[in-house]
């Protein structure tokens, strides 16, 4: 390939040219046009986005639901903690990189306000999930020396995991599911993939570090608590047909607050569609868990097996075209809303005729866990990569815009979705709703985007130097 292109260079100066070498111009025009776009590909690999993004956004602005954030300052929640979390993989990835070390260190300490815990939500799963940024933070301040601060990052990372398995709501028998955490205790009953990151990941977490200090059964009882949220969900939102999981799933859909819910079969308690973040938050706590479970324990071989029907699921309905993925998965841009709206109790809500839209957050979050999952041996290389590496270009081309101050942003996110509850009846969890809900919009520069896309950034760039 470089010898061709070496030698077509050459033909161009000459200054008489026979037909035969004509022929030969044109052949190499014809078979070999990528010699220019193939070096500006490797140039462009060569472009650490994940540094370019926490500097153009992270360390900057960006938005949590609509709502303008500073790192610095920030609220607890887990949009910040998302971004704040992938500050601090970028920082582990490239140490010599301390500000942004200090920048998380900032955030934490201005959330815990010189104490130890931090106030949540009674049994609410969104309000655990920043909390993964303390363990890095432990590690770090017992190696600076810094022992009170390590001490206030443990003990608030052990708050939220005993919370979480002590005194979380829980299905509970008759009922199918038992044992599986509520997402919200303003949902009772109900799992969404969504909550899948945000509680259990950490968990996992929490096990990896501590969770030898109260004995190995106690641990491997955490262990099989945490897989059994995965076997829970799974068993309940995976729809063989098409490779997907529905957004979530109520145990009791008879219940007002589920009144997005299905009432018979197939797929009782299933809400609607097949939500793109949604998955992405699944396939992403999929392979973080995956990364920690023993591999001694009887459901990590389980969980491998759900992490590549997922996977699996998510090739099927990778846009060709694009390599990205849509805001409701089994559809491309022709399907639209309705432009009449739902109808509930009288009052139309959700009404639009948008179409449906290639979407960055998903499209992040299912290249990082392509990309990690094939790191750490769950996912075939060879199946996989050639999904990963389209993904990851598409990433680039369709959502990455740089301005006049040479700094990046994302675009074309979904703002924020859910279902209900029955305060709320316009989060019907239909198309109509997944397009022109009042909390859909599309925004650009969302930390539910940023953060995956620095995480998936850092996972090409790590093959990329290995």
């Given at each position: 390939?470089?010898?061709?292109?070496?030698?077509?260079?050459?033909?161009?100066?000459?200054?008489?040219?026979?037909?035969?070498?004509?022929?030969?111009?044109?052949?190499?025009?014809?078979?070999?046009?990528?010699?220019?776009?193939?070096?500006?590909?490797?140039?462009?690999?060569?472009?650490?986005?994940?540094?370019?993004?926490?500097?153009?956004?992270?360390?900057?602005?960006?938005?949590?639901?609509?709502?303008?954030?500073?790192?610095?300052?920030?609220?607890?929640?887990?949009?910040?903690?998302?971004?704040?979390?992938?500050?601090?993989?970028?920082?582990?990835?490239?140490?010599?990189?301390?500000?942004?070390?200090?920048?998380?260190?900032?955030?934490?300490?201005?959330?815990?306000?010189?104490?130890?815990?931090?106030?949540?939500?009674?049994?609410?799963?969104?309000?655990?999930?920043?909390?993964?940024?303390?363990?890095?933070?432990?590690?770090?301040?017992?190696k600076r020396g810094n022992e009170a601060d390590a001490a206030r990052y443990k003990k608030c990372a052990a708050f939220f995991r005993d919370k979480l398995k002590y005194k979380h709501a829980r299905i509970q028998a008759p009922l199918p599911g038992a044992g599986g955490f509520f997402h919200k205790a303003i949902?009772?009953?109900?799992?969404?993939?969504?909550?899948?990151?945000?509680?259990?990941?950490?968990?996992?977490?929490?096990?990896?570090?501590?969770?030898?200090?109260?004995?190995?059964?106690?641990?491997?009882?955490?262990?099989?608590?945490?897989?059994?949220?995965?076997?829970?969900?799974?068993?309940?939102?995976?729809?063989?047909?098409?490779?997907?999981?529905?957004?979530?799933?109520?145990?009791?859909?008879?219940?007002?607050?589920?009144?997005?819910?299905?009432?018979?079969?197939?797929?009782?308690?299933?809400?609607?569609?097949?939500?793109?973040?949604?998955?992405?938050?699944?396939?992403?706590?999929?392979?973080?868990?995956?990364?920690?479970?023993?591999?001694?324990?009887p459901d990590c071989k389980v969980l491998k097996g759900i992490v590549v029907q997922v996977a699996d699921g998510l090739a099927r309905h990778q846009d060709a075209a694009s390599g990205c993925w849509f805001q409701l998965l089994q559809y491309d841009q022709n399907r639209t809303a309705d432009n009449k709206g739902?109808?509930?109790?009288?009052?139309?809500?959700?009404?639009?005729?948008?179409?449906?839209?290639?979407?960055?957050?998903?499209?992040?979050?299912?290249?990082?866990?392509?990309?990690?999952?094939?790191?750490?041996?769950?996912?075939?290389?060879?199946?996989?990569?050639?999904?990963?590496?389209?993904?990851?270009?598409?990433?680039?081309?369709?959502?990455?815009?740089?301005?006049?101050?040479?700094?990046?942003?994302?675009?074309?996110?979904?703002?924020?979705?859910?279902?209900?509850?029955?305060?709320?009846?316009?989060?019907?969890?239909?198309?109509?709703?997944?397009?022109?809900?009042?909390?859909?919009?599309?925004?650009?520069?969302?930390?539910?985007?940023?953060?995956?896309?620095?995480?998936?950034?850092?996972?090409?760039?790590?093959?990329?130097?290995?």
């Amino acid at each position: 390939m470089h010898f061709l292109c070496f030698s077509f260079s050459i033909f161009n100066f000459q200054f008489s040219i026979g037909m035969k070498q004509i022929a030969l111009i044109l052949v190499v025009i014809i078979l070999f046009p990528s010699c220019k776009s193939g070096k500006a590909a490797e140039e462009k690999n060569k472009i650490l986005y994940s540094q370019w993004m926490v500097e153009s956004s992270a360390m900057h602005t960006f938005l949590s639901n609509k709502k303008e954030q500073q790192l610095e300052t920030a609220h607890w929640d887990y949009v910040p903690g998302l971004v704040a979390n992938a500050v601090l993989k970028a920082w582990q990835q490239y140490p010599e990189k301390t500000a942004y070390y200090d920048l998380v260190k900032k955030y934490a300490d201005h959330c815990l306000q010189g104490g130890d815990t931090i106030r949540v939500g009674e049994s609410n799963l969104d309000d655990l999930a920043a909390g993964k940024i303390f363990f890095v933070l432990y590690r770090e301040e017992m190696k600076r020396g810094n022992e009170a601060d390590a001490a206030r990052y443990k003990k608030c990372a052990a708050f939220f995991r005993d919370k979480l398995k002590y005194k979380h709501a829980r299905i509970q028998a008759p009922l199918p599911g038992a044992g599986g955490f509520f997402h919200k205790a303003i949902y009772p009953n109900q799992m969404w993939l969504d909550g899948l990151y945000m509680g259990t990941a950490l968990y996992a977490e929490y096990q990896v570090n501590f969770g030898k200090d109260a004995g190995d059964e106690d641990n491997m009882d955490s262990w099989s608590d945490i897989a059994n949220q995965f076997k829970i969900i799974h068993q309940y939102t995976y729809n063989a047909e098409t490779g997907l999981n529905y957004h979530g799933w109520a145990a009791d859909p008879f219940d007002p607050d589920a009144f997005w819910a299905r009432k018979g079969e197939p797929y009782t308690g299933c809400s609607p569609e097949y939500w793109g973040r949604g998955m992405g938050w699944y396939f992403a706590a999929l392979v973080d868990v995956l990364e920690y479970i023993p591999v001694s324990h009887p459901d990590c071989k389980v969980l491998k097996g759900i992490v590549v029907q997922v996977a699996d699921g998510l090739a099927r309905h990778q846009d060709a075209a694009s390599g990205c993925w849509f805001q409701l998965l089994q559809y491309d841009q022709n399907r639209t809303a309705d432009n009449k709206g739902d109808t509930i109790l009288g009052k139309v809500y959700n009404q639009c005729d948008k179409p449906n839209y290639l979407e960055s957050s998903a499209s992040s979050m299912f290249t990082y866990a392509f990309y990690k999952g094939i790191r750490i041996g769950v996912l075939n290389a060879e199946v996989y990569q050639p999904v990963a590496d389209l993904a990851y270009k598409g990433l680039l081309e369709q959502f990455i815009r740089q301005d006049e101050n040479n700094r990046i942003r994302i675009v074309q996110s979904c703002a924020s979705a859910g279902l209900g509850p029955e305060k709320d009846i316009s989060r019907t969890g239909t198309v109509n709703y997944y397009l022109c809900g009042k909390d859909v919009a599309v925004t650009a520069n969302e930390g539910k985007a940023i953060g995956p896309f620095i995480m998936a950034c850092l996972e090409k760039e790590l093959r990329v130097k290995n």
